[in-house]
């Protein structure tokens, strides 16, 4: 996604500008541009150059941050009538061209979309958009739909940790695979691992963490997912290392998760339990911790109640919804769970998510061989998107530490985090 104009690297932020200066110029036009014009109206005018099938364009008057190329009459009644959805779906097939820095026309689009009202319109689309289900077999259609698209689509640009979830960088130039491996410790200091210890996991991904723990803290871990590659990957990982021993890996939901552990751990599973379910989650979780047992949920997450942005949704991650903080507390509070410590880690996932959009791309020749060009480029628009989602802070990443109430075993400072 380079540049093709000088201007488009400009540091000029056009928010900076008087609000005159901002606007596109619009001087007649098909009725086409016209609508378009309004449309950028009402997103505040950001600083996007559009050029349309028969050649008009709609200027902004600062240097644009990129340029946007409809190639299509319909393609633009469809952005205009679902903007959040028909534009990356015509960007993945082809029916416009992005020149310039993706990610920086994501993030001019969320900071303008946070600024305006939604339109009646928005307010209709926000209900027919709403999240699949989460039952036991729509959680279980929904995780196939994103995880099971098979395991070497994910070798090529995670890493060396295969993990799919928010990293840690002690220091800002931290290489991808150093920051994962420094964010399970950061995690296993929080739980405050002990040898010999019991550990349950609640969606495992390809197994890494649970791995982890077994290796650095001696503790023995049974850990639960529905994704079959992802189980059938991490089983036989476990073996190779020498640890299967200690971790078990289930092939089933979290609802169904028994017997009693001293540590509680979720990192990414989350985002996909639905709202509706969190009581229950938190029954489960009451359930099997002991009276001295600690646990760790780390989710993405939203400063305010909001779905998911529905592209994403459909597309790439259905069912998933990120909860506020105050939604989070409908696992805690009515199984008098004590919530010891919150952190936010939103710049961490993105300098993640740039990691990953940047090996991503140095695979693409590859991935276009897997799957085909839609595919390359759907998922180019999902990790940009992401990113611009937590740079923007539209998306927030909560780490919260919570154990029983009658637990008296908790640290009094925060030292034995970075010990």
């Not at 709403?130 to 689509?153: C, K, M, V, W």
């Not at 691992?193 to 503790?219: D, F, I, K, P």
């Not at 200690?246 to 609802?255: P, S």
């Not at 276009?368 to 180019?380: A, C, H, S």
Request: one cysteine or more; proline letters at 5%.
């Amino acid at each position: 996604m380079n540049a093709s104009d000088e201007s488009l690297n400009s540091s000029t932020d056009a928010r900076t500008l008087p609000q005159s200066a901002q606007q596109p110029r619009q001087r007649g036009g098909s009725l086409e541009s016209r609508l378009l014009h309004g449309l950028l109206e009402r997103l505040g005018f950001p600083p996007i150059e559009f050029t349309l099938w028969n050649g008009e364009r709609i200027l902004a008057a600062a240097e644009p941050v990129c340029r946007v190329r409809i190639l299509e009459r319909g393609t633009l009644w469809s952005i205009l009538a679902d903007p959040q959805v028909r534009f990356p779906d015509a960007y993945s097939e082809g029916r416009l061209e992005i020149e310039g820095d993706l990610v920086r026309l994501l993030e001019e689009v969320y900071h303008a979309s946070g600024r305006g009202k939604p339109s009646a319109l928005g307010r209709l689309l926000e209900r027919l958009h709403r999240p699949r289900l989460n039952t036991l077999a729509g959680s279980r259609q929904n995780i196939h739909h994103h995880y099971d698209i098979g395991n070497e689509f994910y070798t090529l640009w995670l890493g060396a940790t295969m993990a799919y979830t928010c990293a840690y960088y002690p220091e800002a130039d931290t290489p991808l695979d150093a920051a994962q491996a420094a964010k399970m410790h950061h995690v296993c200091r929080k739980l405050r691992l002990r040898a010999g210890e019991s550990v349950v996991e609640a969606g495992c991904g390809w197994g890494t963490l649970a791995l982890h723990m077994a290796r650095h803290y001696g503790v023995k871990v049974r850990a639960f997912n529905i994704s079959r590659e992802q189980v059938a990957y991490a089983r036989e990982r476990a073996a190779r290392e020498g640890l299967a021993s200690q971790v078990e890996y289930v092939l089933d939901d979290y609802r169904n998760i028994h017997g009693r552990y001293d540590a509680f751990v979720s990192v990414g599973m989350l985002e996909h339990v639905g709202v509706a379910n969190y009581r229950s989650l938190g029954e489960v979780i009451r359930r099997c911790l002991g009276a001295n047992g600690r646990g760790l949920i780390h989710s993405i997450g939203r400063n305010s109640p909001a779905p998911l942005q529905p592209w994403i949704e459909k597309r790439i991650f259905p069912g998933a919804c990120p909860p506020s903080l105050a939604q989070m507390m409908e696992i805690f509070e009515p199984w008098e769970l004590s919530i010891l410590d919150v952190e936010n880690l939103r710049l961490h996932y993105a300098q993640t998510l740039r990691h990953w959009l940047e090996r991503f791309e140095a695979q693409s020749g590859r991935v276009r061989q897997m799957f085909d060009e839609k595919f390359v480029r759907m998922w180019r628009m999902y990790l940009a998107g992401s990113v611009a989602g937590f740079t923007t802070g539209t998306l927030q990443l909560f780490q919260v530490v919570f154990a029983p109430p009658e637990n008296d075993d908790v640290p009094r400072t925060r030292a034995h985090l970075y010990a």
